[in-house]
């Protein structure tokens, strides 16, 4: 059986949007996971989530008002055109239909109010990232299984 | 009545981008603009930065091509210190440009173009995407990965999984190759060699058949080229001086040096476009219009300088003649392109100066000017810096590789175009599919990069306007 594998991505030059290699980060000193940070999701990490037994994607969310989410991805089939990125669930698509492995998948959406050109998070962001990270910590160490 | 095209955005380049094709009071096609909508400010964020975080910094514009900024702004760090590198830092820092070259364009070829060559202009877009291929071609698809993660591997090899961080710094580079590194790559070059030798058989059957109407219409038309090239008339990536020349072959200028680029090149600027427009500053705006990327280096080299990359680019020229025109040619110059990139790759590993420790000359600040030159995978990256005592940036220019494609993209987008409207568009006439799926695959030619400009925008639905003289939507399409 796989390991667990953290994908954190984002630009750090934008702001908020950083968040996801910001706990990515994080990940990395508090868990023996394999983890990933990178500017965006692309096919050659396809492999990695076929390996893996369970994955979970942390990206910015633009979502106002909205708190920190872990949420199940489940693929529908549907593949939106894309550019040189891709989503989560493209991503899954890609690894099931070239390696036929498809790994547990969550996203931890961190609700994101300012990704102008910039360094640093909002103060918005920065009331957020406890929770966030508490549900970085009970994704890498569960208990009882995620059922949201 | 004038009437307006507007396909918004593109789908499957990076960035944020729309075109509009204006007819004129006939109907017929007269121009197309290809529109860059946001604007990024890049160059204005990093005054005030110390010249040494600049790598950092400008490595993080893009997840597409951070190794093409880190490269340029440690050329141009190196020249501030006024220091000359040593010959391993050298080598690995080609190395890693090599690697970064070979898997943006396998990325380019296999997952956002073969699309279009092996299932069909006429095919299904919601199918024709790298899903689609991997039903048609499993094999290849899988290959195509492969070939990607061997150039990102070695960019982790040498510089880190955060190569963000800044790995070729002013002076050098922070660590030497190691021998697992070593042993790594000359373990997955013969796959990389198989695969590309895969692509290669394949694209040209397809140009001998299939695509020979593409070839014609998709960008085919005299322009300049620009690219580096060796103190031989060589391929270059990384050093050398810098040539011109124009659809004849001839050499219109040569042994240009990067410090001079105000005299030789102009940054024209439209109002209805974010996007720089460079050209060719002795014939004027527009026409100096010039092309860089894996084209234009193949145009204006004299030979690549391994042994297998000569013949593939001999059987480039024996097809295209000796110069290229069709911005179709992209494609295949990328797939030479890797082929030089592998054997440059095992030319370098198989170097002792590659495997010195000396890696990194050390100085402070010397200069307060400078400008670095690399050759990106999409063309030749310009990062021009002027510091103050203290080495803090106070003023930055970059010219990035899509500008300098600008007006050719433009006037490829246009070619198309008429080929597939070649009749007066009536008022109530529907856009005709495959009319979108080339403007698109036009673009994609060029494989452009956006996010060094603009705002990387996720997502990007194609959206086609039909607009009147006086900005009345006659029609439009989303997809």
Redesign the interface.
Known sequence: MGQALVIGFGNSLRGDDGVGLHLAAIATEISSSRVRAVAQLTPELAPELAAAARVLFIDAWQQAGATPQLQRLEPDGQVPAFSHQLSPLQLLALSSALYGAQPIAHQLLVPASRMELGEGFSAALLTQLPEAERLLRQWLHPGPPCTN | MTRTVVIDPV????GHAKISLHLDDQGYLSDARFHVVEY???EK?CEGHPYTEMAG?TA?????C?VSHLLAAAKTGDKLLAVQIPAAAVNLRRMLNLAQIC?SHA?SFF??SSPDFLLGWESD??RR???GL??AN?DL??A??RL??FG?QILELLGG??I?AAWAVPGGVRTPLSAEAEAWIRERLPEAKATVTLALDLFKKLLDGPLEREQRVFGDFPSLYMGLVGSDGQWEHYDGVLRFVDSTGQVVADGLKEDDYHDFIGEAVEPWSYLKFPYYKPLGYPAGMYRVGPLARLNVCSHIGTPWADKELADMRQRCGAIANSSFAYHQARLVEIVACLEGIEALLNDPETHSPRIRARAHLNQLEAVGVSEAPRGTLFHHYRVDANGLIDRVNLIIATGQNNLAMNRTVAQIAKEYIPGPVGANASIPEALLNRVEAGIRCFDP?LSCST??A?????HVQLLGADGELLTERY?
């Open positions: 789908t499957r380049i990076e990024r400010g890049f964020f910094i993080r514009i893009c997840g597409i951070p898997q990325l997952h956002l877009p919601a995407n790298v899903f991997m039903a499993p698809a899988r195509g990965i990607r993660q990102q999984r955060k963000n990069c705002h990387a996720g997502q990007m639905p194609l997809r």
